[in-house]
C-alpha cells in the first residue's frame, strides 16, 4: 500500500447549469466532508435529502452517461463530476444537488475542476490508502471488441484508444501519464456525438439540455437542408452550417484528439465508483460507460479480496533491527547452522517480523534437491517458529530463563518455492491470548509481495529447569 494524506475542500462552492438529458436548471454544490467519508451525492431536493453514495454497485443506467440510485434516490450523468474530483485526488466531499441530473456545463469536466480549485483543498490528519495493483486484470466483450487491461505501476495511468469507423474522426488515442496531467489536457475535453445519432436521441427523451455550446457533433455523412431545419429547430439555432469539415458549426477542438480524450475523462470519472485510489495502468479500448462500470465491478472486487488477505509486512533494510542476529542468540537457545533467523525488524506484543536471507551457502542445501536448490519446507516452518519464539520470549522482562515448546502445527500451505538469493519474512501474529503459558500463533512467509508459506502454531511457555 502506497500513502499520502485524505484530503477535502475547504469551504463550500456551487455552480448552476442545465442536464443535458432532462434539460432542467440545477445547481450543484460541493461540501467539505470529514476523513474517510468518500463521495456522495445528496438530493436535497427529495424529502430527507437522501444521500448515494458514489460507488459502481449503485449504477443503475449507462445511457448516455452514469447514473447512481439508492432506496429510489436517483443522480444521473455523474461522471463528469467524478472525474474533477478523481482528477484533484479530493476523497471525501458530498456533492448536493437540487435536481436528478448533473448540469452539463460546456460538456466537459473543467468547469467542475474551476469550481472545486477555488474552494481549495485540505489536507487531512488521515492516510489515504491507496491500493497497489499486483497482477494484471483484463475484461473483455468481444461482440463489441471492447477491451480492458489494468496492470501494476507505481502510479495511477489511464489510455483510451477509441475506434468509431469513421473517417471524420479516424483511430485515437490519450493518454494521462500522471494525475497532475488531469487538470489542463483531460479535463477541458468536451463530450461529443455523431450526427446521425441527434434524432433518436431526441426522440428517447434525451439530450433536452443539448446544445451546441456543450457538445462536439460530429458530421460523418452529407447533411440534408431538411436535416439542417430539423437541427435549427432541435437547438433553437437558425445558423446551423458544416463550417469545419466533419465538426458541426465551427466548434474549434481543443485538441485533435479531443474525443479521445474525453473518453479518457468519462474512464477516469466511472473508475472512480470504485471507491478506491488505486496505483495500476489502465489501458482502455473503445471505451464506454457500460463497460467502464463493468470492469469498475471488477476492480472493486478485486481490491476487496487482496485486502481480506493477509499483506506482507513492510521491510525497510537501511533501518536498524529490533534483535540482530547476536541479539536473537541472547533470547532462543539455537546456534549455527541451526538458527535460521537472521534478524528481528518488528516486535509489539501481538506481532513479530523476523527476515531470512536465504544463500546458496546454506547446509541443507547440500542435501535437499542437489542441482535445484528449494528451502525444505519443515526449515521454513522451523524458522516461522524461532520468529514466533522471539514474539513469545522478546516480551518476557527476563526471556533466559525460558524456552518455548512447540505443541502443534495446523492447516500448513506451502504456496511457492524458496530458493538461494530470496529473502524471507517471516509474520507471527498471536491468534489468543495467552493462558497458562499456552501460545496460539498465525504464521506467514513473504518473498516480496508473494506468500510462500503459512501455517497456525501452538507453542508451551516452560521456565528453565535450574541445575
Do not use: W
Request: aromatic share 6%.
Amino acid at each position: 500500500m502506497n500513502h499520502s494524506y485524505q484530503q477535502t475542500i475547504k469551504k463550500e462552492v456551487s455552480l448552476t447549469g442545465v442536464g443535458l438529458h432532462t434539460g432542467q436548471n440545477v445547481t450543484v454544490t460541493f461540501v467539505p466532508a470529514p476523513v474517510n467519508h468518500g463521495i456522495k451525492f445528496q438530493r436535497t431536493d427529495m424529502d430527507g435529502s437522501p444521500i448515494i453514495p458514489a460507488d459502481c454497485d449503485l449504477v443503475t443506467t449507462v445511457q448516455r452517461g452514469t447514473t447512481l440510485e439508492k432506496n429510489n434516490a436517483i443522480v444521473a450523468t455523474v461522471e463528469h463530476v467524478m472525474s474533477a474530483l478523481v482528477g484533484l485526488q479530493i476523497d471525501n466531499c458530498l456533492v448536493q444537488v437540487n435536481g436528478i441530473e448533473m448540469p452539463i456545463m460546456d460538456g466537459s469536466a473543467r468547469p467542475y475542476v474551476d469550481a472545486l480549485e477555488t474552494a481549495g483543498t485540505q489536507e487531512q490528519n488521515e492516510e489515504r490508502d491507496v491500493f497497489d495493483l499486483r497482477q494484471n486484470l483484463h475484461y473483455t466483450d468481444k461482440e463489441s471488441g471492447v477491451e480492458y487491461f489494468a496492470m501494476p505501476s507505481n502510479r495511477y495511468k489511464v489510455t483510451a484508444l477509441i475506434d468509431y469507423k469513421s473517417e471524420v474522426l479516424g483511430q485515437q488515442h490519450a493518454s494521462m501519464e500522471k494525475m497532475s496531467d488531469f487538470k489542463n489536457e483531460i479535463a477541458p475535453s468536451r463530450t461529443f456525438c455523431f450526427l446521425h445519432e441527434l434524432e433518436m436521441l431526441y426522440e428517447a427523451g434525451l439530450i433536452r439540455g443539448g446544445d451546441l455550446n456543450n457538445a462536439i457533433i460530429v458530421v460523418d455523412r452529407p447533411i440534408t437542408e431538411t436535416e439542417r431545419q430539423k437541427l435549427a429547430t432541435l437547438f433553437d439555432k437558425p445558423d446551423i452550417t458544416v463550417v469545419e469539415e466533419g465538426i458541426l458549426n465551427n466548434v474549434k477542438l481543443h485538441h485533435h484528439n479531443e474525443p479521445a480524450r474525453h473518453k479518457l475523462l468519462d474512464v477516469v470519472g466511472d473508475l472512480g465508483l470504485v471507491g478506491t485510489p488505486i496505483n495500476a495502468s489502465i489501458v482502455a479500448t473503445k471505451p464506454g460507460h457500460k463497460h467502464n462500470v463493468e470492469f469498475a465491478k471488477i476492480l472493486k472486487q478485486h481490491i476487496k479480496q487482496e485486502k481480506m488477505k493477509d499483506p506482507a509486512p513492510e521491510y525497510d533494510p537501511n533501518k536498524p533491527p529490533v534483535y540482530d542476529a547476536v541479539g536473537i542468540e541472547k533470547i532462543l537457545p539455537h546456534r549455527y547452522p541451526f538458527l535460521l533467523i537472521d534478524k528481528i525488524v518488528h516486535l509489539t506484543p501481538n506481532e513479530v517480523v523476523g527476515v531470512k536471507a536465504v544463500t546458496f551457502n546454506e547446509e541443507f542445501f547440500r542435501g535437499h534437491f542437489p542441482g535445484n536448490p528449494v528451502m525444505p519446507g519443515v526449515l521454513q516452518l522451523e524458522a516461522m517458529a524461532q520468529t514466533g519464539g522471539i514474539l513469545v520470549l522478546g516480551n518476557l522482562p527476563d526471556p533466559q530463563n525460558y524456552d518455548t515448546y512447540f505443541l502443534k502445527i495446523n492447516n500448513v500451505k506451502f504456496r511457492q518455492h524458496v530458493v538461494p538469493g530470496d529473502t524471507v519474512l517471516f509474520k507471527l501474529e498471536l491468534a489468543a491470548p495467552i493462558r497458562r503459558g499456552l501460545v496460539e500463533m498465525r504464521g506467514s512467509a513473504y518473498v516480496g509481495n508473494k506468500l510462500v508459506s503459512e501455517a497456525e502454531l501452538m507453542a508451551k511457555i516452560q521456565r528453565k529447569e535450574t541445575k
